[in-house]
C-alpha cells in the first residue's frame, strides 16, 4: 500500500464554483442553505449522513464520516457560478421548477445574491440553447485566461483559502478524444487555434486544473476526460474526477443489475426510456447531445456484467436507452425498465421498473459530496484521477488501461476504505477470520 498522506485541516472558506447554473446547481445551492438555516435536512449526502465503521465489529466505533475525517463545514462553504443565462439564483431555479415556493421563498435574498459571471459559452456546442452573458475573445485561449481571472478574483473577493469547481452545464455534442486533446501542449496550441475540438467545457477544466483548482464534471462531454487535461492535473498535484453525475435510471441500474449479476442470473435485454420536461431534456432533444448522453448510459451493463467472462449470461445482452423530451413532466422525471432476465434451465423471466423521480434531487447532494471529497483529496495531497469517487459517475474516470467500476457496492467499498486509509485506519476486507 503506497505511503498514508497526512490530510491538512478544513479550515477557512472553501469557494464551490459551477459552470451551469441550472437546475441541479440552484438546487444544490439552495439546499446547502436550507441545511445551514435548520430548514431541511441533507438526505442522500454521505458526507452530511453517512456513518463509517471503524475496527472489528466488536469495537463499536461507526462515527459519522464528518467526525472522523476533516472535511470543510457547510458553513465555511460560498458558491460561485457562470451561466450564459444572466438569471440569478432565485430566478433560474423558479426557471428550473424544481424546489417549490415554500423552500425558496425563505432563502430568496440569499439566492439573489448569487449573479452568474459571463460565461464561456459556444452554441456550436450546446445547439438548443442561446445566451447573453456570454464572454467575448479572440482565441479559446484567450477565453480561458479570462476563466482564469474569474478564478483569482473570486477567491480573493470572497476570501476564500481553498476552491473546486463542478461543471453543472448543459451536456455539449459528441466529440471523441483526438490529437488536440493528447497533451497539455497539443491542448494550449489547439486552443490558440480556435480548434473545433476544444468544446467550453474543457476550457473550464483546463482554467481550473492550471489554478491548481480540483475539479469534476458532472456531465458526459468530454471535458477533462483527455490524456493531456489528465496529464496535467496529475503534475500539478489536482485531483479531478468525472463524468456524468449516477442519479435517477442509472443509479437504479448498477444497484439491481450487480444483484442480478451476484446470483449468475443472465439478461438478454434491457430497454430503458425515460420521459422529461426540463432544460437538460431540451438539450439533450438535440441529437448530437443526445449521444454523448447515450455513451455514458450504454457503457454501464457491459462493464458490469463481463460478457466476456460470462458469455452464456450476458453475451447477446439487448440494451438501449431512450430519452424523450416531454415538456409538462419538468424536472419530474419518469423512467420506465423492462429487464428480461433468465433463471435455471433458461426459463424466461421479466422485471419492471417504473421509477417517478426528480433528477436535481438526486443530483444536488452528489455535487456537494463530490466540493467536500475533491478538496479532501486536495488537502491529502492526492492528484489526477480520484478513482474513489466513481460511486459518483455513470462514466467514471478511471488510469490509462484500467476498466472502470461500475458496481455501485464495489464503488461504495473503494470510497470507503479510501477514508479509512487517509484516516489512519485498517481497510475492512469483511474477511471475518479472526471473530
Ligand atoms: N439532474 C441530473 O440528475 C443529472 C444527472 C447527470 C448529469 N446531469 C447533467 O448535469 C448538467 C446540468 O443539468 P441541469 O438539469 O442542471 O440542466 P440545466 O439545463 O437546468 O442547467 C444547465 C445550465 O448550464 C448552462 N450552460 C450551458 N453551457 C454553459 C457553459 N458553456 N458555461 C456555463 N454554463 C453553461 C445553461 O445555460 C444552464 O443554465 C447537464 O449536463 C446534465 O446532463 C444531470
Not at 147 to 155: M, S, Y
Request: proline fraction near 6%; include cysteine.
Amino acid at each position: 500500500m503506497s505511503d498514508r498522506p497526512q490530510v491538512q485541516d478544513a479550515t477557512g472558506r472553501l469557494g464551490v464554483l459551477l459552470p451551469g447554473f441550472g437546475a441541479v446547481a440552484t438546487t444544490f445551492v439552495a439546499g446547502v442553505e436550507a441545511v445551514r438555516l435548520g430548514l431541511t435536512r441533507p438526505i442522500g449526502s454521505l458526507t452530511q449522513m453517512n456513518t463509517i465503521r471503524l475496527g472489528k465489529r466488536t469495537e463499536s466505533r461507526t462515527p459519522l464520516i464528518k467526525d472522523f475525517i476533516s472535511l470543510s463545514s457547510l458553513k465555511d462553504l460560498v458558491f460561485g457560478a457562470w451561466d450564459p443565462i444572466p438569471e440569478n439564483g432565485y430566478a433560474s431555479a423558479k426557471t428550473a421548477g424544481v424546489l417549490e415556493g415554500r423552500h425558496l421563498d425563505p432563502i430568496r435574498g440569499f439566492l439573489e445574491g448569487i449573479e452568474p459571471m459571463s460565461a464561456v459559452f459556444d452554441k456550436e456546442y450546446v445547439r438548443r440553447l442561446d445566451g447573453t452573458n456570454v464572454k467575448v475573445g479572440a482565441t479559446k485561449r484567450d477565453l480561458a485566461e479570462q476563466l482564469r481571472t474569474d478564478i483569482r478574483r473570486f477567491k480573493k473577493d470572497h476570501g476564500c483559502e481553498r476552491l473546486v469547481m463542478i461543471w453543472c452545464g448543459s451536456t455539449e455534442i459528441f466529440l471523441r478524444p483526438g490529437v488536440a486533446h493528447g497533451s497539455l501542449e497539443a491542448l494550449e496550441a489547439a486552443m490558440e487555434a480556435n480548434d473545433p475540438a476544444i468544446a467550453p467545457s474543457m476550457l473550464y477544466a483546463y482554467a481550473a486544473i492550471m489554478e491548481g483548482v480540483p475539479y469534476a464534471n458532472g456531465a458526459p462531454n468530454l471535458s477533462a476526460d483527455t490524456r493531456g487535461l489528465e496529464a496535467a492535473a496529475e503534475e500539478r498535484g489536482v485531483p479531478i474526477a468525472g463524468k456524468d453525475f449516477k442519479t435517477g435510471q442509472t443509479l437504479i441500474k448498477t444497484i439491481l443489475a450487480p444483484g442480478l449479476k451476484a446470483r449468475m442470473l443472465g439478461i438478454d435485454g434491457w430497454f430503458s426510456t425515460n420521459i422529461l420536461g426540463n432544460r437538460d431534456g431540451e438539450v439533450l432533444d438535440d441529437p448530437d447531445s443526445f449521444k454523448t448522453k447515450e455513451e455514458s448510459k450504454l457503457g454501464v451493463l457491459q462493464h458490469l456484467l463481463q460478457p466476456e467472462l460470462y458469455p452464456e449470461l450476458y453475451g447477446d445482452l439487448y440494451h438501449k436507452v431512450r430519452i424523450n423530451y416531454y415538456p409538462p413532466r419538468g424536472d419530474n422525471k419518469e423512467g420506465w425498465d423492462n429487464i428480461d432476465i433468465v433463471g435455471w434451465m433458461g426459463y424466461p423471466m421479466q422485471i419492471k421498473v417504473d421509477f417517478l423521480c426528480r433528477d436535481s434531487i438526486l443530483a444536488a447532494p452528489i455535487v456537494l459530496d463530490l466540493a467536500l471529497f475533491l478538496d479532501l483529496a486536495a488537502r491529502a495531497g492526492l492528484s489526477g484521477i480520484q478513482e474513489w469517487l466513481s460511486f459518483y459517475f455513470k462514466s467514471p474516470q478511471s488510469a490509462e488501461g484500467l476498466y472502470p467500476e461500475h458496481d455501485l457496492f464495489i464503488q461504495h467499498r473503494k470510497l470507503k476504505n479510501t477514508l479509512r486509509w487517509l484516516g489512519g485506519e485498517e481497510p475492512l476486507t469483511h474477511l471475518g477470520l479472526d471473530y
